[in-house]
């Protein structure tokens, strides 16, 4: 460690990072889609593979329309505001936690976002039967056996924000179920997925196409409406 005459902010960030915090949490921010966003340990750290559910909704949804967005699960807002910034999209952002909706509206501040923001468990912020043009959704997917086995630095992330249930399809049972209440006539949902859940996805929405990563995996699902 460092001498005693040495310490200082640099020596306890360092030590921060030796004891496994991630380092996005430690500088308080990071990029997503070239954009800047506060992070936080209330929120799922944002990361490149979730670009590509950006880029596949901004290639079949040109920019510039206003169309209504809905961002579930949004942790920091990383997805919604960057589709709202790139695509010229409204947003609406929501999360079942208070402390990740006041992160995003942070974020939708320093991006200078007209956002709204709801909280609820997924659909449950909404009326029935309310319309969205896009729906995206970034949701815990990961079954509960495997998050002991997680590397250190993500285990240190939100455990609702990974917790997909016993087989990590938890929520995507409930979104086959209710989105069609929700997605506008002609919309488009769009929802990240583990690399080995393509077939089982797909299966619980009854179609979509899927879009894989930079690497190769298997990565968003997209639904037209």
């Not at 290639?59 to 967005?69: S, T």
């Not at 896009?134 to 993500?154: F, G």
């Not at 399809?169 to 393509?198: K, S, T, V």
């Not at 619980?204 to 968003?220: K, P």
Request: with cysteine; aromatic share 8%.
């Amino acid at each position: 460690m460092f001498p005693p005459d040495k310490e200082g902010p640099l020596a306890v960030l360092t030590a921060r990072r030796l004891q496994g915090e991630p380092l996005q949490y430690i500088l308080g921010e990071w990029d997503f889609m070239g954009l800047p966003f506060f992070v936080g340990p209330e929120a799922l750290i944002p990361r490149q593979d979730t670009e590509t559910l950006c880029e596949a909704v901004l290639q079949r949804r040109p920019a510039g329309k206003a169309l209504r967005l809905l961002d579930l699960c949004c942790g920091t807002g990383c997805i919604g505001l960057s589709l709202g910034k790139l695509g010229g999209y409204a947003p609406t952002l929501a999360d079942i936690s208070p402390a990740c909706l006041d992160l995003a509206r942070r974020n939708a501040a320093r991006l200078e976002i007209a956002a709204a923001f709801a909280q609820g468990d997924l659909f449950a912020a909404f009326p029935l039967g309310e319309k969205f043009d896009i729906i995206c959704c970034n949701p815990p997917y990961i079954p509960r056996s495997d998050l002991d086995a997680l590397q250190p630095e993500v285990r240190r992330e939100p455990r609702l924000a990974l917790d997909g249930g016993t087989d990590g399809l938890d929520f995507y049972r409930r979104i086959a179920r209710e989105y069609p209440a929700y997605l506008a006539r002609g919309g488009l949902m769009a929802l990240e997925i583990g690399f080995d859940q393509r077939h089982a996805v797909s299966s619980l929405l009854r179609g979509g196409a899927c879009i894989q990563d930079i690497c190769g995996q298997d990565r968003v699902i997209l639904l037209e409406g």
